[in-house]
């Protein structure tokens, strides 16, 4: 892609658009610019919506997924992140999308008791599984499934996917603290090769190993 340079004071590289929707610009005049880009996207249909004319709760139903993202994203819980995540969940508790539904019930989690910690280890986890070990489409087609059985079949391959990445990051994490114990205890600066370990897991596993070893 080529940016360009806005020019003046302060000047940054932006990309050519007619538009650059990012609360982290320096002349940004949003209030809270600590907010993830999955909030980004969602105040963005916030505005379009109200442009257009579309009814406050069609936008207001989309918050569980802007929580989600929140949470997912690690942001901290201030200000306008707090207010959407605590929204969120209440919506997430009696939620319409099936997808979401089925993949609570996957977990053995009630949908009324969902906490923050719940999306951060459960449910954001088994989303992300797919884009890490397959495709995040499988996440996105779950989501947008209008179809009890298929939500039920592709909520059950996301769980599926998610416990086998937890599985091969333990493995990851146990291999690399082995060869550190045999061959680099001393070593001030360690470089560890795991030549089976999935490209998408390799940061996960270098820093939990970082506090293993």
Known sequence: MIY?????????????????????????????????????????????????????????????FAAIATVGDVMRLQDENRIIVKEGLKRLGRTSNI??????????????RITAYHIGFVIGPCLNAGGRLMTAKLALSLLLCRDEEEADRMAAELKELNDRRKDMTQEGIDQASALVEERCQKDLVLVVFLPDCHESLAGIVGRASQGAV
């Open 4 to 64: 360009r340079r806005r020019k003046g004071k302060g000047a940054e590289l932006l990309p050519p658009a007619d538009a650059v929707v990012n609360p982290k610009r320096k002349d940004s005049r949003y209030p809270f610019r600590d907010i993830c880009g999955g909030l980004v996207a969602y105040k963005l249909v916030q505005v379009l919506y109200e442009a257009f004319g579309v009814p406050e709760e069609e936008w207001l139903e989309l918050m569980e």
């Open 99 to 112: 997808g979401l539904r089925k993949l609570i019930e996957k977990n053995n989690l009630s949908a009324d």
